[in-house]
């Protein structure tokens, strides 16, 4: 409890709680849209703009989310102008930007210390500046999500309908898919390039088992979310393990609990 003292740890149960909830929504949307390969194309992608940023000497986070919010952009626009299916899309540009982090990578002079704290996160880094960001976009994720949820909704479940209908569809997809990319480069910071596809996919894996609607899937994927990352964050008090790897590994428990508990859930529910 002594660590609630510190600045750096009040920063990151802020972050986590952030966080949980951007990560949430956006989560619930790309399970919806079965577009959970787009975070690992566009979470991979980053790493050509952090490599790119290290190269030229400039914040590698403002490289990483120029090339996050090119490349989901890019899969968008190749899936609906070209006709080209969306998973080998996702694949270019998950090997190119790859390809073009190694390339800087090794091409920048000298040691690049920070490089662990994207690939593998390090939510003790947090400070305050990165907090107001957060919050920041999580307010204007939340209003559009206020403002159009209807609509995104039936977008992300038969855009056909949508489109038959009049509805905005390439606003919403394009729009989302910028939201998406945002996301993908903040939470790079809790749980790094190798590891974010589990905030996307977990949380919300878990909520289907119980929850059948949109909402009541991102408020269960909230809560999963956030109690697994606070539950990580203190157990990576106990030893040295990187708050990460416990964080994915406590959602994956809490997945396989609900899993098996399914059956007694629904006998009970019967009875």
């Known amino acids: 409890m002594e660590l609630l003292e510190y600045a750096f740890f009040q920063n990151a149960l802020a972050a986590v709680f952030i966080l949980s909830i951007a990560s949430a929504i956006i989560?619930?949307?790309?399970?919806?849209?079965?577009?959970?390969?787009?975070?690992?194309?566009?979470?991979?992608?980053?790493?050509?703009?952090?490599?790119?940023?290290?190269?030229?000497?400039?914040?590698?986070?403002?490289?990483?989310?120029?090339?996050?919010?090119?490349?989901?952009?890019?899969?968008?626009?190749?899936?609906?102008?070209?006709?080209?299916?969306?998973?080998?899309?996702?694949?270019?540009?998950?090997?190119v930007g790859m390809a073009i982090g190694v390339i800087f990578v090794f091409l920048t002079p000298g040691y690049v210390p920070e490089l662990n704290s994207f690939l593998f996160g390090n939510i003790l880094t947090i400070t305050r500046g990165d907090l107001i960001t957060f919050t920041i976009f999580t307010a204007i994720l939340i209003l559009f999500f206020t403002l159009y949820y209807k609509k995104i909704i039936i977008c992300a479940f038969d855009r056909d309908f949508a489109r038959v209908s009049g509805l905005p569809v390439k606003f919403i997809n394009y729009t989302m898919t910028v939201l998406v990319a945002v996301c993908i480069v903040l939470t790079i910071r809790l749980v790094g390039i190798m590891l974010l596809m589990s905030m996307f996919s977990l949380p919300q894996m878990t909520a289907e088992i119980y929850c059948r609607r949109f909402k009541q899937l991102v408020w269960t994927s909230i809560a999963v979310s956030a109690v697994t990352c606070v539950a990580g964050l203190m157990l990576s008090t106990l030893g040295d393990v990187p708050c990460s790897a416990i964080i994915v590994t406590l959602m994956a428990g809490v997945f396989i609990a609900a899993r098996l508990s399914k059956p007694l859930v629904t006998l009970l529910a019967t009875r």
């Open 27 to 95: 989560g619930t949307y790309i399970i919806t849209r079965r577009l959970v390969a787009i975070s690992g194309g566009v979470t991979h992608a980053c790493f050509g703009g952090l490599g790119l940023g290290y190269f030229l000497g400039i914040n590698p986070v403002i490289t990483a989310a120029l090339f996050a919010i090119g490349s989901s952009v890019g899969v968008e626009w190749m899936a609906s102008r070209h006709r080209v299916r969306e998973d080998s899309a996702i694949a270019v540009v998950w090997s």
